[in-house]
């Protein structure tokens, strides 16, 4: 059975519309050197889709035309994409605030030992996935060695001055749950990563995003096999707070496939969902150049209620803490 088959169906979430964009979300492909239990994009290395030159340059533009604030690149591994270094220059020379979410063990592999001194160069943003301060925990949810390898790419990053006060090099790394269970507070927890990396490993950083696993893709087919997504979704529905729901990220946020089709976020890319159209079919990044989509409506699904349980869940963290 298919992880999305449960979800595309009519859902009870409020209807909610979108403010000014602010951020766009990037795919810029599902190729990925890890084969992470809870990623719901189904990256790996095997997967062959990257957006190519031309989708970039549409990208750049519609950056440049609607002055877009935050330029958030995801994959896959986004770094693994050959246009990556040139979107990222580009963006950060029209004044783009720029993040790249980085897996960390990409900074090993051979052929990417550029990756740390070219990011610290342009000044981008890190947010980087580390599910836990402990190395089994990371291990069982991201494969055997990452966690070793995480912890020295984030010692890489420090020795350029990534995570260091006054520096301008922002280190931020994220927390998922191990399983079918919401994330615990965003504060008590980020004190506790700074606390147990430093004395650990002698390892800063600046800030720590909880984000709720959604049950999508890979993570919602290992709900499945266990029996367990129907009790995860309860959970999120019965843990709705509707004080989440101004701040949740598809409001000021597009998300943008490797083929350069429109979303309203990221989760909606996985499950093919598009961003609204009286056509039922998709837009293309290229056709919204002139157009403001501010006020139109966000496709909402049940899966939906991932980003409003508990404390909220964005790609920017809890919403309230």
């Given at each position: 059975m298919h992880a999305t088959l449960p979800l595309l169906k009519e859902s009870d979430f409020p209807a909610i519309s979108r403010d000014r964009v602010e951020t766009l979300q990037v795919n810029l492909g599902y190729l990925c050197n890890q084969t992470c239990l809870h990623c719901h994009v189904n990256a790996g290395p095997k997967r062959r889709e990257l957006m190519d030159e031309a989708t970039v340059e549409a990208v750049l533009t519609y950056l440049k035309t609607h002055h877009i604030k935050t330029l958030d690149l995801t994959g896959g591994a986004p770094e693994m994409n050959p246009h990556f270094r040139y979107l990222v220059k580009e963006a950060r020379g029209q004044g783009v605030r720029v993040i790249d979410r980085c897996n960390l063990t990409i900074i090993e592999e051979p052929g990417y030992e550029w990756i740390t001194p070219f990011l610290a160069e342009n000044g981008v943003e890190v947010v980087a996935s580390l599910p836990c301060y402990l190395s089994d925990n990371v291990d069982h949810q991201r494969g055997k060695g990452v966690f070793e390898k995480s912890i020295r790419a984030l010692k890489q990053l420090n020795e350029l001055g990534y995570g260091a006060e006054g520096s301008g090099l922002t280190l931020t790394l994220v927390y998922n749950p191990q399983g079918p269970s919401l994330p615990p507070?965003?504060?008590?927890?980020?004190?506790?990563?700074k606390r147990e990396l430093y004395l650990r490993y002698g390892i800063i950083f600046n800030h720590?995003?909880?984000?709720?696993?959604?049950?999508?893709?890979?993570f919602g087919s290992t709900l499945i096999s266990q029996g367990e997504f129907a009790s995860y979704m309860r959970l999120l529905k019965e843990a709705y707070s509707e004080k989440n729901l101004p701040g949740v990220m598809c409001r000021s946020l597009i998300s943008i496939d490797w083929q350069g089709y429109v979303f309203d976020c990221d989760f909606n890319q996985m499950l093919d969902l598009p961003m609204?159209?009286?056509?039922?079919?998709?837009?293309?990044?290229?056709?919204?150049?002139?157009?403001?989509?501010?006020?139109?409506?966000?496709?909402?699904?049940?899966?939906?209620?991932?980003?409003?349980?508990?404390?909220?869940?964005?790609?920017?963290?809890s919403l309230i803490d």
């Open positions: 507070s965003q504060g008590e927890l980020e004190a506790a990563y720590l995003f909880t984000i709720t696993n959604m049950p999508i893709q890979r609204f159209e009286a056509s039922g079919g998709k837009t293309h990044i290229s056709a919204l150049m002139r157009r403001d989509i501010s006020g139109s409506p966000i496709v909402v699904m049940d899966h939906c209620y991932g980003c409003t349980a508990g404390q909220g869940s964005s790609c920017g963290g």
